[in-house]
C-alpha cells in the first residue's frame, strides 16, 4: 500500500476516534434526566453569549473616546471621561461575565470529570483475571490519569471556545464590514483563513509527534512503577544501575520526542505570529491611509487597531485550544479504548443471587485452558460435601489453582459446569458467588494501610469488636496488640513490613470476618516455614469449622486430616479418598507422599 494512502487512512481513523470521543463526552454534558446540569450549561451559554456581544461593542467605545478628544467629531453627551470610563467598565462586564460563565459551569466539568473517572475505575476492576494479569500497572495508571484530566477540558473548550469564537470572528467582520468597507472585511477574512488552515496543519503534524511523547512517557512510567514494585528483587541482584540504565533509555527516548514537540511548537509559534501581524499591518496601513485621505478618523484607526488584537487573542487561543483539544482527543481515545475492553466475565442479564444452604460444591466434565491450544483441565469431576474438608493436591501444573480460579469465576469452564447447591456459577451474581467464598491465597497482599484496615477489609461496616474478635480467631490479636500502634499499625506496601506469617494471619482474619459459607485455602501455606505453618494450620482448623473447605495444597503433611484428598495429574482425577486409603494403595499419592517424607528427613 502506498505511504500517502496509508497516512489518510491513519488521519481518517483518528477522525473517527476523534468523533467518537465527542459522542461518548456528549452524555455528560448534557445528560438524560440531570436538569441541574442542562440548566448550568444554558445559564453558562447565556453568560458567554453577553460577554462576546459586549467585547464586540467596546472599541466602539474606544474610538468615540479618541474622536471626541481630538475633536474630529462632536463631542457626545457622556463626554471623553463618560466614554473612557465607559469604556472601562465595558472590558470589566465582559471580563465578568466570562468568569461568571466559568463559576457556573465548574459544578457541571467537575461532575463530568468525576463520574467518567469512577466509570473507568469501576470498568477496570470488572474486567477479567486474563487482562489484570498481561496488565502494565503504569502505562494502565498513566492513561486513565491523562484521559480524566482531559474530560474537563474537552467539556469546557467544547463549549466555550471553538462556537463562540467562530460567533465573536463573525461578528467582528460584519462590524468592519459595515463601519469601512469590503477590503477590510476580506483582508481579515483571509488571514483568518489563512491562520486557520496553517494552526490545523502544523497541529495535526504535532499531534503524532506528541503522541510518540505520551508513547515513552507512558514506556518511562511503568518501567519506573515496575522496578519499584518489585524493589527487593532489584536489590538482590544487585541491580539498582541495571534499572537505572533501563530508566534511562526509556527517559532518552522521551526526551527525544519531547524535544521534537518543543521545537514544532516554536515554529507554529512563530509562524502564527507572522500571519496576524502581517494582517495586522495590511489593516492599519490601509486605515492610515483613510485617515490620511480624510475618509477616516484618528478613532477609526483606533478601533481598526483595537479590533485587530482582539481578534489576535482568540487567534492565538485557537491554536492553543486546537492542540489541547487534539490532544485531549488522544488522551481520552485511549482511556475510552479501556472502557470499551469486553469483560470476559460478566453476569447473565436477569441472574438471580446465589443461595448457599449447606454448601455442595460440584465440579462435572469441567474442561478449561488459558489457552485453547494447551488445555489445563481435561474432564474434572469432583464434589464436595455441605461442611467437607477436600484437599486437592498433585504436582505442579496439575490444575489445582486453576480449580479456585474456577470455583471464583475469574474465568469460565471451557465445557463442563461448576455448581454450588446445585446453581450454575455461571447462572447467579458474580457478586453473591464472591460474597460466598472465602480465600486463603498463598500469599496475601496487603493494602499500604493499617492493620486494622486490612482486616476490616473482610466486610465492610465491621465493628471494633468484629475486627478484634476475627484478629482472636486467626491468633494474631496478642501479636498486635504488642505493637506501639496496636491496630493502627501501617503494614507498608503490599504488607511488606509484617513476616509472612503475620501476613497469612491477617490475611485469614479478614477472611473470618467475611465470615463466607465456603472456604477456599490456595496452598496458603506452602510459602511459610515449618514452625509458622505449624501455628498457622491451627488458625486455618479453626477458620474452616461449620464450612465447606477446599484446601489446594503442595505439601502433603497439611492435608493428612483432610476428610478426603483428590490427586491430580496433568488436568485429571487419578485417585481420590482419604489419607490412610491412599497410602494404603501404593499409587501416585503414596509415592508422593513418600518423597516428601524423604526430602523432609533429609533436611
Partial sequence: MPTDLSDRDIARAERQSGWRTVRRVWPYLWPEGQVWVKRRVVIALAFLLASKLIAVGTPILYKRAVDSLSGEVPDLMLGAVGLTVA???????????????????????????????????????RLSMRYHITRKTGGLSRIIERGVKGVEFLLRFLLFSIGPLMLELLMIAVVLFVLFDAWYLA?????????????????????????????QDTDANQKAIDSLLNFET????????????????AMQAYEKAAIKTST??????????????????????????????????????????????????????????????????????????????PREVADTPGAPA????????????????????????????????????VALVGPSGSGKSTIGRLLFRFYDVGAGRIS??????RDVTQDSLHAAIGVVPQDTVLFNDTIRYNIAYGRDGATEDEIVAAARAAQIHDFISRLPEGYDTQVGERGLKLSG???????????????????????????????????????????????????????????????????????????????????????????????????RDAA
Fill in 187 to 215: 483582508v481579515v477574512a483571509g488571514v483568518i483563513a489563512l491562520y486557520i488552515w496553517f494552526t490545523f496543519k502544523v497541529t495535526e503534524w504535532r499531534v503524532k509527534l506528541r503522541r510518540e511523547m505520551n508513547d
Fill in 87 to 125: 469604556y472601562g467598565m465595558a472590558r470589566l462586564m465582559s471580563v465578568g461575565f466570562q468568569q461568571l460563565r466559568d463559576a457556573v459551569f465548574a459544578k457541571v466539568g467537575q461532575r463530568a470529570l468525576r463520574a467518567l473517572a469512577l466509570e473507568t475505575f469501576t470498568h477496570i476492576h
Fill in 264 to 341: 514544532s511548537l516554536a515554529m507554529l509559534n512563530f509562524g502564527q505570529s507572522l500571519i496576524i501581524t502581517s494582517g495586522l499591518v495590511a489593516v492599519m496601513v490601509m486605515a492610515a491611509l483613510g485617515v490620511q485621505a480624510g475618509t477616516l478618523t484618528v478613532g477609526d484607526f483606533v478601533m481598526v487597531n483595537a479590533y485587530m488584537i482582539q481578534i489576535t487573542m482568540p487567534l492565538n487561543f485557537l491554536g492553543t485550544v486546537y492542540r489541547e483539544i487534539r490532544q485531549a482527543l488522544v488522551d481520552m481515545g485511549e482511556m475510552f479504548d479501556l472502557l470499551e475492553q
Fill in 234 to 249: 532489584v536489590k538482590y541482584f544487585g541491580a539498582e544501575a541495571r534499572e537505572a540504565a533501563r530508566y534511562d533509555v
Fill in 354 to 389: 446465589l443461595a448457599v444452604k449447606g454448601g455442595v460444591v460440584v465440579f462435572e466434565g469441567v474442561r478449561f485452558g488459558y489457552d485453547p491450544a494447551r488445555p489445563i483441565l481435561k474432564g474434572i469431576d469432583v464434589r464436595v460435601g455441605a461442611g467437607e474438608n
Fill in 420 to 425: 454450588i447447591d446445585g446453581q450454575d456459577v
Fill in 501 to 599: 506469617g503475620e501476613k497469612q494471619r491477617v490475611g485469614i482474619a479478614r477472611t473470618l470476618l467475611k465470615n463466607p459459607p465456603i472456604l477456599l485455602l490456595d496452598e496458603a501455606t506452602s510459602a511459610l516455614d515449618t514452625e509458622t505453618e505449624a501455628s498457622i494450620q491451627d488458625a486455618l482448623k479453626l477458620a474452616g469449622k461449620g464450612r465447606t473447605v477446599i484446601t489446594i495444597a503442595h505439601r502433603l503433611s497439611t492435608i493428612a486430616d483432610a476428610d478426603r484428598i483428590v490427586v491430580l495429574e496433568e488436568g485429571e482425577v487419578v485417585e481420590e479418598g482419604t489419607h490412610a486409603d491412599l497410602l494404603a494403595r501404593s499409587g501416585r499419592y503414596a509415592a508422593l507422599w513418600t518423597r516428601q517424607q524423604s526430602e
